[in-house]
């Protein structure tokens, strides 16, 4: 019996050395896309296992590409200055207090083709201190499940955001009771500039 365990572990580690490193590896040049693909998302043109490990890869001026919809139990930062491309996706955000946070100096986010979807729970969006974010073709929700204040997007000091055709709302739910924000932070030395944006935070029966 001892002999077939060795002859069988053997063999195992035989298999185990032929397979190519692209196996074990969180990140890939070798995948096509197509629906064969089970990344998250791509940096340019290396495909990564999550969005985490894409951001946590990303150099200033690369393109980081949802390949599908992304769920996170965590906050994703995004600390360099890139360009997130939705591709029409929805990246959800599954725990309160969770976000998509931006710290780095200057960033954007846009969708390619259909409108992408940043949605978050009671906080969908955060730009950091002097963070200057640009928006394009993009939805931002949030969809309150508790009596938390809620907040889309919560701007802090020297921070811009200049959106475009972009949506701002949060989903009906009679268990919130608020308050409610679009925007929070904004003061003298902050930048909001909206172009063809819509902004519904008052769809709520239970806020008051």
């Known amino acids: 019996m001892s002999k077939k365990i060795l002859s069988l572990t053997l063999a195992l580690c035989m298999v185990m050395a032929m397979l190519p490193a692209t196996v074990f590896a969180g990140s890939t040049t070798e995948c096509q896309g197509g629906e064969g693909c089970r990344h998250e998302a791509k940096i340019d043109t290396t495909h990564y296992d999550t969005l985490a490990e894409a951001l946590e890869e990303a150099a200033p001026g690369n393109t980081g590409t949802l390949l599908k919809e992304v769920a996170s ?3 994703l930062t995004v600390d360099e200055d890139i360009i997130l491309d939705l591709a029409g996706y929805k990246l959800g955000f ?3 207090g969770k976000y998509l946070n931006l710290t780095a ?3 954007e986010i846009k969708s390619t083709g259909s409108k992408g979807e940043i949605a978050g729970v009671n906080n969908a969006l955060s730009v950091g201190a002097n963070c200057q974010l640009t928006m394009d073709n993009c939805a931002v929700t949030a969809a309150p499940v508790s009596e938390a204040s809620v907040t889309l997007v919560s701007l802090k000091g ?3 955001l200049t ?3 972009c949506g701002f709302s949060i989903a009906q739910s009679e268990n919130s009771k608020g308050p409610h924000y679009g925007f929070s932070g904004l003061s003298s030395d902050i930048t909001l500039k909206l172009t063809g944006c819509t902004v519904d935070v008052s769809n709520n ?3 008051q």
């Open 73 to 75: 139990a965590d906050t």
């Open 94 to 96: 599954t725990a309160a």
């Open 105 to 107: 100096t200057s960033a």
């Open 158 to 160: 020297g921070s811009a």
């Open 163 to 165: 959106a475009r055709g």
């Open 205 to 207: 029966p239970g806020v």
